[in-house]
């Protein structure tokens, strides 16, 4: 499974972006795709994620309202649509993909994309 994530760039604070992984290789209906971010100094933390069948979402608290995530499955493609964005945002994020059932815990995905950035300028 290869993952490529992008999408990234500068916006100012208030502002949206869209973040699309693009996924190729044996991918299943089960798998778990997630977004996670890192910020400078700090540890990496999950921001949201969804199954490519049903229709469950799940966010961290700190996004749930203003980011969405959601995929095309004729595309492989998963989507993060990042709304009201704030400086707190800025971090490198990644697409990842998990043959759990895990949702948040960085450590049960098994594949990553390489991470795009997102600067939030205030």
């Known amino acids: 499974v290869q993952l490529q994530a992008f999408g990234g760039g500068l916006v100012q604070a208030g502002g949206s972006l869209r973040l699309s992984c693009a996924a190729s290789?044996?991918?299943?209906?089960?798998?778990?795709m997630g977004w996670f971010r890192q910020a400078p100094g700090k540890e990496r933390e999950f921001v949201a994620a969804?199954?490519?069948?049903?229709?469950?979402?799940y966010y961290a608290d700190s996004v749930k309202g203003r980011f969405s995530i959601s995929r095309d499955n004729a595309k492989l493609t998963v989507y993060l649509q990042m709304n009201s964005l704030n400086a707190e945002d800025t971090a490198v994020y990644y697409c990842?993909?998990?043959?759990?059932?895990?949702?948040?815990?960085?450590?049960?995905?098994?594949?990553w994309g390489q991470g795009t950035l997102v600067t939030v300028s205030s």
């Open positions: 290789g044996r991918i299943f209906s089960t798998y778990v």
């Open positions: 990842a993909a998990s043959r759990s059932d895990s949702y948040t815990d960085s450590l049960s995905y098994d594949y």
């Open positions: 969804i199954r490519w069948s049903g229709s469950s979402t």
